[in-house]
């Protein structure tokens, strides 16, 4: 992993939206505290920003997220010794319905009643340390785990759906032994630094707390985060896969979703201006493009 400057070495294309980037919200004490760690205490530092980064906060789930939740068949699988939960809906080929970082399940139930009329199984989890499912603390390597563990529970996986970090989880997932015939990614990352960026912005640690924060977390997770983002995995692609990402994003910058669009060979990019990064999930429009995307079949044009 190189050294973090103090952009946190965001890829070109996009080192100019850092501006319009929301930082993570933190109380004021919690980032004067970590201001003065920073300097004065550099190694505990990195421990507790390692905690507070890999703890996903928690999102309320809407009252029409919990209907159709309430609908769905409860499952549970065990990913790395911990359960890992989940509805399902209908019958057919399944298609995954992944949430992103701070998410849960409930987020992608629009998606679920056009998937099953289109004659999909839906299958919606809440990956590890979020929702419904176990632990307190979550990464890349965990959401890939449990997904490869729904696509050994419901395979063969016709396509998958994902926002924002769940997108680099599949990525990851695809390229570390998933089988996927389509993905659809909504507002996904080309790499990690965005996430970074918004991170130290938020909480102040300094540059080399940061970087000690991130060597600890590769020997916790036995990975090199060089290698395993979205734009490393994606030139070795043959999913076929369709973005969707609005181009005033605040929290993944669209620049990152077209980049790994390009990167990916054969990918398509449609712009959804004006939708955010969460409502984008719920645009009727969105929904549409991506069920009917996930249907077609190899050599179909993008869908209108």
Known sequence: ??????????????NSTTGRLRPIPVPPWLRAGMRVASALAPGAAARVGRKLFFT?????VRDEERAVLARGERFSLEVGGQRVVG????????VLLVHGWGGHAG???????????AGFRAVAIDLPGHGESAG??????HFASALRGAGALFGPVRGVAAHSFGAAGTAYAISSGLAVERAVFFAPPLGFESFWFRFRTGVGVSPRVM?????????????????????????????????LHDPEDREVPFEEGAELARRW????????????HLRILR??????????????????????
């Open 87 to 94: 509805r399902v809906w209908g019958e057919g080929p399944a």
């Open 1 to 14: 992993m190189q050294p973090l400057d103090a952009t946190l070495a965001l890829p070109s294309s996009v």
């Open 265 to 276: 060979p054969g990918a398509e990019l449609r712009a959804a201006p004006g939708l955010g």
């Open 211 to 243: 970087d000690r924060m991130l060597r600890e977390a590769e020997e916790w997770l036995e990975v090199r985060f060089d290698g395993i983002a979205p734009a490393d995995v994606a030139p070795r692609m043959t999913t076929p896969l369709l973005v």
């Open 107 to 117: 987020q992608m139930t629009p998606l679920v009643d056009p998937a099953v009329a």
């Open 283 to 304: 645009d009727e429009g969105c929904v549409a493009a991506a069920v009917r995307f996930l249907g077609s079949s190899p050599g179909d044009k993008s869908p209108g």
């Open 56 to 60: 996903p906060p928690r999102a309320r």
């Open 136 to 141: 307190s603390i979550s990464s890349l390597v």
